[in-house]
């Protein structure tokens, strides 16, 4: 049959079309073919280049003896943090090497881990290693479980080469039961034996530090960093000791040194964020406590101060909410309590924060900050009565300060005893009119001589029958009582400061100065300072109470009320432009609600001739107290540097009746004419 169509005709015209595209067809399919196998080829070097390099870049299999040699080195040279992860990784190569666990718990030990410490030594002598090897470690373990009796059980089954280890726990478990005394003559009685033991000197100067005795721990910590300056402890340790003696801004570069050992050492972490706190460095802190939670996550402590970091920017809520995930760990510590309180009573919860200081002057009934803020809040809380009671030591003090002395007025008011009301606005319209006194007891002297020789060991129950003595008038008594204290304890500034009061007392500043210097040589603190440069000012030292102040002040640049007594003093000298630079600071950080504050703004405008702002802060002043004498006399300055003679007359006037004594007010109303 012949082909039809056009497909027929145009084959049958061109015959060599048909082959040719044949040909094509054949061709493209040896190609493709080609092609295929050399990308097939390609896909596969790439795939053995790629296996080749994985096989070459992996990291090497553990070995397990290398790991543990890398723990045992970075052990001994303070890198704790390091010495648990080589630890680790040795276990991960043989899980059951007994001596990697042993390490792994000294490690955990060093980072105050017990309870992973105790499970790696049992994991230790699963695998083989003897238990007797081990008693020291587990004693250690069990004291940081807290379980005193048990980690001095324990050290005394410590085999002979590890005598040194158990006597340093036994001697931290008596500590921990209260009894730094035994401790401390367990640490001598090592010590004697062997005197290059850096760890015990670095126990002993725990000790001491904890126990108040900051002369006997700063030379036991100064032996410390001599023998073991690499060990993260014994440069904490220092950090503190220093920061107790000097400030916060010298104690900074040990906790910086320790770190530098091991960058995730909890206890430095700790103090160093405290210590940056302090010394107004905020953002600092936070990043310090945020690595202290990368190091021992739901830290306790890193919490606590992370809720301080929130109260102070106003964020209540958070705060108590930081506060509330730190748990019990430090619900009991003082600052946690006064924080607590001070978050309570800010949401206008006053029982609640009434009973939070309550326990809180329970502890510290000589907290004197502690009082005012629970009178406060009794006030707040309508119990009148008890806020008088737990006010009326302060009260009797005669440097009672302006605030409690108007809680105290307010608090007879609410319980209607005007005249007592009123007595103590006088007082509080006086200012302050004493230098800081010791306080007050109103138990007899001999209750208190027989809880001391009841406690003959422990010489701070004798500060409580000197006060008792100077509370009677028995100023000779005392100060001869402090003379043995001293000698007894002369590295304990509590002490020092007991010895310089009795002498104030007795008007023998001069002699109460060089007390005091010695006093601020171990713990150069607020209350110190302000000792201190309270008897220079009155042995007429002016310029060493000036000089006293700035070093403080180098040292403590947040210091509240070393700011306003450096301001104040800058207003006393006429150098108005620094103060008004150091009292505009205080104010944006206290508010408008400090009297004193605003009187000294008011003199210090006035002087630089800005009238109007004399007289803003003037008025403030005068509407906070308007029965204060340096309020009158302030407003009376600010008005007259305004052109208000007549106004600033009045004032005047009306200050040298409320304090005719005062030589600087009567000056200044002769110089008005």
């Known amino acids: 049959m012949p082909e039809t169509g056009s497909a027929a005709t145009h084959t049958h015209r061109y015959p060599l079309l048909s082959r040719g595209r044949r040909r094509r067809l054949k061709m493209r399919g040896v190609v493709t073919a080609r092609y295929t196998r050399l990308v097939a080829i390609g896909v596969l070097c790439l795939l053995i280049v790629g296996i080749a390099i994985a096989l070459a870049t992996r990291p090497p299999r553990p070995d397990a003896r290398r790991s543990l040699a ?24 043989v899980p059951t090497l ?3 666990h042993a390490v792994l718990a000294r490690a955990y030990l060093e980072l105050g881990d017990g309870l992973a410490a105790e499970a790696e030594l049992a994991r230790a002598t699963d695998a083989g290693l003897s238990a007797d090897r081990l008693h020291q470690l587990q004693a250690h373990a069990r004291l940081l479980q807290g379980d005193p009796d048990g980690a001095i059980d324990e050290a005394a089954q410590a085999q002979p080469r590890y005598a040194g280890y158990a006597v340093r726990i036994q001697a931290r478990a008596l500590a921990s039961q209260g009894k730094p005394v035994e401790a401390q003559a367990v640490l001598r009685a090592l010590l004697e034996q062997v005197p290059t033991d850096g760890a015990a000197w670095t126990d002993l100067g725990r000790i001491r530090l904890t126990a108040g005795d900051v002369g006997g721990a700063s030379v036991a910590a100064a032996r410390a960093v001599t023998l073991a ?16 003696r000097y400030g916060l801004v010298a104690a900074l570069p040990w906790f910086e040194a320790a770190l530098q050992r091991d960058a995730y050492y909890h206890p430095a972490l700790i103090e160093y964020a405290a210590t940056l706190g302090e010394a107004g460095r905020n953002a600092d802190m936070l990043a310090a406590t945020r690595r202290a939670l990368l190091a021992r996550p739901g830290s306790p402590q890193a919490l606590y101060l992370q809720a301080v970091l929130a109260a102070r920017a106003g964020r209540i809520d958070l705060a108590r909410g930081l506060l509330q995930r730190a ?10 309590m006064l924080l607590s309180g001070s978050l309570y009573y800010a949401e206008g919860k006053f029982e609640q924060a009434a009973v939070t200081w309550r326990q809180l002057v329970a502890i510290q009934p000589l907290n004197v900050t502690a009082r005012r803020l629970l009178g406060a809040a009794l006030l707040r809380s309508g119990d009148a009565q008890a806020a008088l009671g737990v006010l009326r030591p302060i ?13 105290i007025a307010r608090a007879f008011e609410a319980a209607g005893d005007t005249q007592a009301a009123a007595q103590f606005v006088d007082r509080e319209a006086g200012g302050r009119t004493a230098s800081a006194a010791i306080f ?15 406690a003959s060991n422990d010489p701070t129950y004798v500060l409580g029958v000197i006060r008792g003595q100077i509370a009677r008038g028995d100023t000779v008594g005392a100060i001869a009582r402090a003379r043995a204290l001293v000698t007894a304890s002369p590295g304990a500034p509590a002490a020092q400061l007991a010895l ?10 001069p002699e109460a100065a060089g007390v005091y210097a010695r006093a601020a040589d171990l713990s150069f603190d607020e209350p110190t300072m302000l000792r201190l440069v309270d008897a220079l000012g009155r042995a007429g ?6 000089a006293s102040l700035a070093l403080y002040l180098s040292q403590n640049p947040q210091s509240l009320t070393g700011l306003r007594l450096l301001g104040h003093w800058q207003v006393a000298s006429g150098d108005w432009d620094k103060a008004i630079e150091t009292l505009e600071g205080v104010r944006r950080r206290v508010g408008n609600r400090d009297g004193g504050v605003l009187s000294d703004l008011a003199l210090a405008y006035a002087g630089s001739d800005d009238g109007a702002i004399a007289v803003r802060y003037g008025n403030a002043a005068y509407s906070l107290a308007p029965m204060n004498a340096a309020a009158a006399d302030a407003y009376g300055i600010a008005l007259a540097a305004s052109g208000n003679v007549g106004g600033a007359r009045q004032l005047l006037d009306k200050a040298v009746r409320l304090a005719p004594g005062d030589a600087v007010i009567a000056g200044h109303r002769r110089q008005l004419g």
Do not use: H, M, W
């Not at 045992?72 to 190569?93: C, D």
């Not at 019990?328 to 003082?334: E, K, M, Q, Y």
């Not at 009260?395 to 809680?407: C, I, M, Q, V």
């Open 440 to 454: 007050a007891t109103d138990d007899s002297v001999g209750a208190l001589l027989a809880v001391a020789d009841a």
């Open 395 to 407: 009260g009797l003090r005669t440097d009672a300060d302006s605030y409690a002395l108007t809680t």
């Open 327 to 336: 748990g019990g760990a430090v619900t009991g510590l003082p600052g946690a």
């Open 229 to 244: 300056r690499g060990e993260p402890a014994v440069l904490t340790l220092q950090g503190e000791v220093i920061r107790s």
């Open 541 to 546: 030292r002016a310029q060493d109470a000036a």
């Open 500 to 509: 310089g009061d009795a002498l104030g007392v007795a008007g023998r500043y």
């Open 98 to 100: 007994g001596i990697a």
């Open 70 to 93: 890398d723990s045992l080195t970075t052990l001994a040279a303070g890198n704790y943090s390091a010495a648990r992860t080589n630890a680790q990784a040795a276990i991960k190569a």
